[in-house]
C-alpha cells in the first residue's frame, strides 16, 4: 500500500441542528485515514450529516472540525455522493470538468481524465452522456471524477445503495484501487456485507451520537454497544 | 366572418406573391426581434443565475425586484427611452431616435426582466440540487454560473424563446422609438397597429396570422432543437 | 468564471451586433418629417415620397403621430421639417421660434358622416347647423379627443356653435381616426372625418356622408423647415430642399395627383412666390 503524507482530523463535539432537533449531538471523532473507516448505524442516525460536515459541507452549530496536514486543504478531499449529481455532458467532460475547476491545463486534464476512467472500466464509453448512463456507470463516473483529483481523503455516502450487485463489485474494487494509490477512504454504508469487507474501522453512530468505535471484525463479531448488537441483529431499522 | 375569410385569402395572397414590402417587414421584425433577444439573453441569463445562487446583501430585494420589473409596462419603457434618445435627451447626440437601432435597445430592455425572472428561478430549482457537489469540486458561487447555465441549457432555451416571442410581439415601446416609419422602422406589429387604425382589418388580420406563423415555425424549430438534444444528452 | 461566461457572452453580443446594424447605405441621407396620422392614413406619402426621393436625391423619413406631438417633436428638435394641418398650432410654433416659415401646402376638406338614416336630420352644407342639429337631438357622436388637427378643428366647430359638448352621447376616443370610424360605425353615430381617410375606410356599416362643401371644413396643410437656430442638428440644407419641393409646381402637381378611389384627396394651394 502506498502511502501518502499524513494528516489528522480532529473533530470536537460536533453538533449540528437541522430543523428542530440536532442531526448530531456530541460528537468527538479523531482519525489519521491509516485505517478505512465505516460509519454505520440506523436510519436517521445522522451518518450523511456528520459526512456533510466533516467534508465541511455543512457549518456545525457547536464544536469544530480541524484538519492538519496533507487534507488540511479543501482541495485534498473530495466526496461521492449517494445519488451522483453529474452535468449534462459527457463521462469525460464531466472528469474534465473537475480537473479544469483545480486549474489543470487542458491537454493534462484529458489525459488524467481518460486514465480515471479506465480504472473504473469505463473507458470504452467516455464519450457518452453521463445522464443517459445507468446508476451504476453514473456512481462510477463520479468516483472516476473524484479519483482523478488525487484527493487525501475519499468520502463516499452510501456509494453502493442504489446499485446491483455486479455494478456493487466494480464499486468495490475500485475503493480498492483508490485505497492502494494511497486515499485515506471514509464512508457510510447500509450494506452490512460490504462494510465488512471495505472497513478496518468501525464508527457505529446511533441519535446522533457515537456510542461506540471498534476494530471491524471485533465489531461483527461482539459489538459492544446496545444499539450497534440490536443493528446487527436487525432490530433496528 | 367575412374579415376572416379574406384575411385568410389576403395572406396566402401576399405570401405567394413574396410581396416586396412584406419581405422588409418581415426581414425587419426578424432582425430586431433576435438581436433585441440575444441581447436581452447575454445579459439576464447570467444576471439570473448570479442572483440564484449568489449570497450577498439584498439578494432578496433583488429577486423582489427582478419580479416586479416583469410588469413593467411597455409603453413606459418605450417612453423612457424616447424621452433618452430624443435630440433634447442625454443619449441624443447619437441619433438613434426612430432607427431599427432604437427598437433593439428597447425591445431588449423590455425582454431582459422576463428573461431574469425565468432564468432566475430555473437555476434556483436547479441549485438545491447541485449545490453541494459543486461546492465540494471546490466550484465557488461565481464559477457555478456559466456551469449550471450550460447545464440547464434545455430549460433555458425555452426562456429565451418567451423572451423573443416578447419581443416579436412587442408594439407599443416600438412605435414610440421606431416612429414606424414606412420602409425604416415598420415592424409586423406596428404594420398590423396601422392597417387597424387605418380601418382595413383583413389586411391587419393577414399579417397577424403572417406573424403567428413565423413565430410558430421558430417555436417548433427550437423544440425539435430541444428534443434531439435531450435524447442525446439526458 | 469570467472567460467561461464572457467568450460565449460576447459571441452573443456580436451576433446580435451584426443583426442590428444599420444597412451601409442608410447613412445620413434622409431627413425626418413630423406629420400627422391622418396625412399617413390616406396614403399620400406612400404615392408622393417615391417622387420626391428621384426629384431630391435623398430620403424622407415620415413619423406620423398626433398633430400635438408632431410640433412637440420639432421642439425637441427630432424632427427636421413639419408637416401638418392645423394653422393656429403651427402658427404658435412658429412664434416660439422653432420654426423658420410657415408654407401653405395644400388642403383637404372635412366631412361630418353619420347614419343613412340621419336622425338628426344633420344633412346639408353647414356644420355649425349639423353640430347643433345633432347636440339637440342628442344623437351619439364620436371624437377622437386625442389632441389631433382633426380634433382640433372638430373643437373649434362646437365653439362656433357654442356648445359644449358634454354628455352619454359625445363620446370622446382619445384614439385615432381609424378607430374613431370603427366606433362610429359600431354605433351608428355621427363623426367628423377627413375625407382621405373615410375614402380607404372599408368598415362603414351603415355610415355615409352627410355634411360637406362647407368652406369651414377646408383642413389647410402647412408645412415649416424647424428652425437650425433652436436645433443645431436640423439638417437644414436637406430639409428646406424637401419644403422648396413641396411647393414648387412640380410637388404641388404630384399632390393633386393622388387618387383615392378615383377621387382627388388633396388640393394643392401654395402661394405663388411664397
Known sequence: MASRAPFSLEARGLRVVLGSHPA???????????????????????????????????????????????????????????????????????????????????????????EALAAVGLASVADRAARVMSGGE?????????????????????????????????VERVMGEIRGAGTALLFTTHHLGFARRMADEIVFLHGGRITERTPADRFFAAPRSREAEDFLRGELP | MNDLAESARLALHLVATADAELR????????????????????????????????FHGRRAAVVLMNALLGLPSVVVGLLFYILLSRAGPLGRFGILFTPQAIVIAQAFLVMPLVAALSRQFVEDAWVEYREQLRSL??????????????????????????????????????????????????????????????????????GAILLAIVLALNGAAYALREWSARRHG | ???????????????????????????????????????????????????????????VHVVAV????????????????????????EEKFLAEGYGVRRHDVMYNDFVIVGPASDPAHAKGHDV???LTRIAAARQPFASRGDKSGTDAAEKRFWKMADIVPRGAWYRETGSGMGPTLNTASGMDAYALTDRGTWLSFRNRGDLVILVEGDRRLFNQYGVMLVNPAKCPSVKKEMGQKFVDWVISPQGQKTIASYRVGGQQLFFPDAKAGS
Open chain 3, 66 to 89: 398626433g398633430t400635438g406631438q408632431a410640433l412637440d417633436m420639432g421642439r425637441r428638435c427630432d424632427a427636421d421639417v413639419e408637416f401638418v394641418h392645423d394653422k393656429v398650432a
Open chain 3, 1 to 59: 468564471m469570467t472567460c467561461n461566461l464572457a467568450r460565449p457572452a460576447f459571441a452573443i453580443l456580436a451576433l446580435a451586433a451584426l443583426l442590428a446594424a444599420p444597412a451601409a447605405s442608410a447613412a445620413d441621407d434622409f431627413i425626418t418629417v413630423a406629420s400627422t396620422t391622418s396625412t399617413e392614413q390616406s396614403g399620400l406619402f406612400k404615392y408622393f415620397l417615391p417622387e420626391a426621393r428621384k426629384a431630391l436625391g435623398f430620403d
Open chain 3, 128 to 130: 355649425v347647423e349639423a
Open chain 1, 24 to 114: 448530531i449531538d456530541g460528537v468527538d471523532l479523531a482519525w489519521n485515514g491509516e485505517s478505512r473507516m465505516a460509519v454505520l448505524g440506523p436510519n436517521g442516525a445522522g451518518k450523511t450529516v456528520l459526512l456533510r460536515t466533516l467534508h465541511g459541507l455543512l457549518a456545525p452549530d457547536d464544536g469544530r472540525v480541524l484538519w492538519s496536514g496533507a487534507a488540511a486543504l479543501p482541495g485534498d478531499q473530495a466526496m461521492v455522493f449517494q445519488r451522483p449529481v453529474l452535468l449534462r455532458r459527457s463521462a469525460l467532460a464531466n472528469v474534465e470538468y473537475a480537473l479544469a475547476v483545480r486549474g489543470m491545463a487542458r491537454a493534462q486534464r484529458r489525459e488524467r481524465a481518460r
Open chain 2, 24 to 55: 422588409g417587414i418581415v426581414w425587419l421584425s426578424l432582425r430586431v426581434s433576435l438581436a433585441s433577444a440575444l441581447i436581452a439573453c447575454a445579459v439576464a441569463l447570467p444576471v439570473g443565475a448570479l442572483v440564484a445562487v449568489g449570497k
Open chain 2, 138 to 207: 471546490g466550484v465557488s458561487r461565481l464559477r457555478a454560473v456559466p456551469t449550471l447555465l450550460w447545464d440547464l441549457r434545455l430549460s433555458l432555451s425555452t426562456v429565451a424563446l418567451a423572451g423573443l416571442g416578447r419581443a416579436a410581439s412587442e408594439v407599443g415601446a416600438v412605435m414610440i422609438v421606431g416612429g414606424n416609419i414606412d420602409g425604416v422602422t415598420r415592424v409586423m406589429t406596428t404594420a398590423i397597429a396601422l392597417e387597424t387604425e387605418k380601418g382595413d382589418l383583413p389586411l391587419a388580420l393577414a399579417l
Open chain 1, 138 to 170: 453514473q456512481q462510477r463516473v463520479a468516483i472516476a471524477r473524484a479519483w482523478a483529483l488525487r484527493p487525501r481523503v475519499l468520502f463516499l455516502d452510501e456509494p453502493t445503495a442504489s446499485l446491483d450487485p455486479n455494478a456493487a463489485a466494480d
